[in-house]
């Protein structure tokens, strides 16, 4: 499906227009296009190895978090760095020398909050000058918008509306859940009376935030967040409507449709009246920005439930799509669908990378969506208009009952993938002929197909266990994609991976007293469990390398180069089934965590790595620099520069160092 263009957008020169001065970061990706990139230089390849740990921060200090996770970016503005913490998401800013907190705002407790999906994983905050002063925006757990002041965290006087409930301040806040329910039928055909408590009766659904808005001209654009779809066992639930702001009063602007409407532009994608009660299509990744052209883009989940869809026939529009949407009236200017009626939990994860490139001669001004298949799809983002090809091609049918998958799927022509995208016979592991005849009479229990191969059900008459999804999540929220908008280059994160869920009946899986079961109708079919596809004693099924950082050039589309994600892990290094095996570096299983500065690009290995920083040269992919940190890097990094110095700062999580911060800088 090529994208529709509905507005004449008049592009600028194309230039790198990041908007952020320099030494300051003052969106989590760096700049409104998401490049994580900074144009500091003081540390380099020839002084990396002198950097020391100048601060850590502790998160937990701030209420209970995930002891391995830690996703909050911090930004840097006018000499503070703001961040969120715990599963209160509390707002802290902190003194960029010495790790000390200067101030915090936690949000009053509601019910609601207790019913958030994605406590404990917010991404940060937006920030953008007002009526001449800073504010940070916080859109939180319980789906409230606040406006802070950025110098003393206090709530912004005249801004919002009353919360009428404990503990709210009487300003600076927005209920965000009405202006979301306000026209939708499920809600107004319920009879409820509103609780800004409770909030949404669970019976028609429940959404909550994991990324921060975005503030674009004036206008403050929040997405939101639903219960993952392989949890999910009915088929109910609210859209994730996309809504926007006044960033100096706080008035609610627009409202975007993710699930279209009666005589709206994709209802036809909706068969059999399925748009009006699926739920879900939130927008749970971070968004980005081009502020020139008034555009912000918009990243999308899949509708409600994951591996079964028969409920809701048809391509399913705006699910796991990019959509350009006008930040002055929320219009659609263009959209592009990844997966037609998606089922695989093929999710946009990451933020589209905005650049301004070269292209046979031609200068274009691009948006790149990496995917979990391990696509980089480009668009020229004005028109919405693929850079290169992108190919509707055939894709195998579903034997489930009731469920009709879409008979093509988009495949660009360029770049090409960068991580595999079936499992065959040939890509399994063979370090010894023993473990490679174990992993031959493991996926003879599987079906193994092509990307997109359909699932099956458990008592499937073929008497195969399952199917095998590959990859399961190349590019994942674990790994946001960096670019330098200098050279046009993107530094992609990929993970090696095949997923395999057993499909099962609805009612087999369905908990009605689990508080975070939503709607009211058992699906047909629904995930059963997950993760029982894997590898010959522990280790991995397929050949190494398990992830990697691979460079392309968008003004080309070809790669550059690829690495290795960190050295080979210990577990697989010192396995009694490798004894005496002259192992290839593996990389470790895990996403790994870039961020691009003029100099060089740093990496953190990620979860399942070993808390290392290594600096990277960027034209060669050639590791130049190793230092240790206090524990395992997360998510994403940022730097700036701070009375004279460059800082460096990883998110950390590990024993010792829940939702922790490691800020660095070379040592006096």
């Known amino acids: 499906m090529l994208p529709i263009c509905l507005l004449a957008v008049t592009p600028p020169a194309p230039a790198q227009e990041a908007g952020v001065p320099a030494g300051e970061w003052r969106y989590i990706g760096g700049d409104a296009g998401h490049t994580r990139y900074s144009a500091l230089d003081e ?56 790790g000390e907190t200067v101030w915090t705002f ?62 709210f301040a009487a300003t600076g806040v927005v209920d965000m859940l009405p202006d979301l329910v306000g026209d939708w039928e499920p809600w107004l055909q319920s009879g409820y009376a509103y609780d800004p408590d409770h ?14 808005p975005i503030v674009v001209n004036g206008v403050v654009i929040v997405g939101n967040v639903h219960e993952q779809g392989y949890y999910q066992t009915r088929t109910e639930n609210i859209p994730g409507d996309i809504l926007a702001y006044d960033a100096s009063t706080g008035e609610f602007l627009w409202k975007f449709h993710v699930i279209p409407r009666p005589g709206e532009f994709g209802h036809d994608t909706w068969e059999n009246d399925a748009w ?21 883009y918009i990243p999308t989940n899949p509708p409600t439930i994951d ?22 009236t929320g219009e659609r200017v263009w959209h592009f669908q990844m997966v037609h009626h998606d089922i695989w939990n093929f999710d946009n994860p990451t933020a589209p990378v905005l650049l301004d490139v070269t292209v046979d001669g031609r200068p274009r001004a691009v948006a790149i969506q990496t995917t979990k298949q391990g696509f980089a799809f480009t668009f020229d983002r004005a028109t919405g208009e693929p850079v290169w090809p992108i190919e509707e091609r055939e894709v195998p049918p579903s034997e489930i009952p009731g469920e009709r998958l879409s008979p093509t799927q988009p495949f660009p022509t360029r770049p090409a993938p960068y991580e595999m995208q079936a499992l065959t016979e040939d890509m399994l592991i063979d370090f010894t002929p023993e473990l490679r005849a174990e992993a031959l009479e493991i996926v003879r229990n599987y079906r193994l197909g092509p990307l997109y191969n359909p699932p099956i059900q458990v008592g499937h008459p073929s008497g195969l266990r399952s199917f095998v999804s590959c990859p399961s999540g190349a590019t994942n929220i674990y790994g946001p994609t960096s670019a330098d908008p200098e050279t046009g280059i993107l530094y992609v994160s ?7 869920e057993n499909i099962v009946p609805g009612h087999e899986m369905d908990e009605p007293d689990d508080p975070l079961t939503t709607g009211r109708t058992i699906a047909d ?19 190494p390398p398990y992830s990697r950082i691979v460079a392309i050039d968008m003004n080309t589309g070809e790669h550059l180069w690829e690495i290795p994600n960190g050295d080979t892990p210990e577990r697989i290094r010192d396995h009694p089934a490798l004894a005496g095996v002259d192992l290839p570096v593996t990389g470790k299983t895990s996403h790994p965590v870039t961020l691009a500065t003029r100099t060089l690009l740093i990496t953190a290995e990620g979860t399942q790595g070993d808390p290392l920083l290594h600096a990277v040269d960027k034209r060669t992919g050639e590791r130049v620099g190793t230092v240790p940190i206090p524990a395992s890097g997360q998510y994403g990094m940022m730097t700036y520069l701070h009375q004279g110095r460059q800082y460096v700062v990883v998110q950390i999580a590990g024993p010792g160092h829940p939702g922790s911060l490691a800020a660095l800088r070379l040592g006096e």
């Open 494 to 500: 990929t993970l090696r991976g095949c997923r395999s």
């Open 106 to 167: 936690r949000e009053p407790h509601t019910t609601r909050y207790e019913r958030g999906m994605r406590n404990s994983y917010g991404k940060g905050v937006a920030w953008a000058e007002v009526n001449g002063r800073g504010v940070i925006f916080m859109s939180s757990p319980g789906f409230f918008l606040h406006a802070l002041d950025a110098k003393t965290g206090r709530p912004i006087d005249g801004w919002g509306a009353t919360v009428p409930l404990d503990g």
């Open 199 to 212: 909030g949404i009766p669970r019976d028609l659904g429940n959404l909550s935030t994991s990324s921060p």
């Open 525 to 543: 079919w629904v995930v059963a469990d997950r993760g029982d596809f894997g590898g010959p004693r522990g280790l991995p099924i397929f050949k």
């Open 276 to 296: 009006m009660t699926t739920g879900d299509v939130s927008s749970w990744a971070p968004m980005s920005a081009d502020p020139e052209r008034g555009i912000v």
């Open 307 to 328: 591996f079964y869809g028969g409920f809701r026939p048809g391509d399913n529009l705006f699910g796991t799509s990019i959509i350009a949407l006008d930040v002055r």
């Open 43 to 98: 540390i380099d390849g020839g002084n990396f190895e002198d950097l020391e740990v100048a601060w850590v921060w502790r998160g937990d200090n701030y209420g209970p978090t995930v002891d391995y996770v830690s996703r909050s970016t911090p930004l840097y503005v006018d000499g503070l760095l703001y961040t969120v913490a715990g599963s209160r998401r509390t707002v802290s800013a902190i003194d960029p020398g010495t």
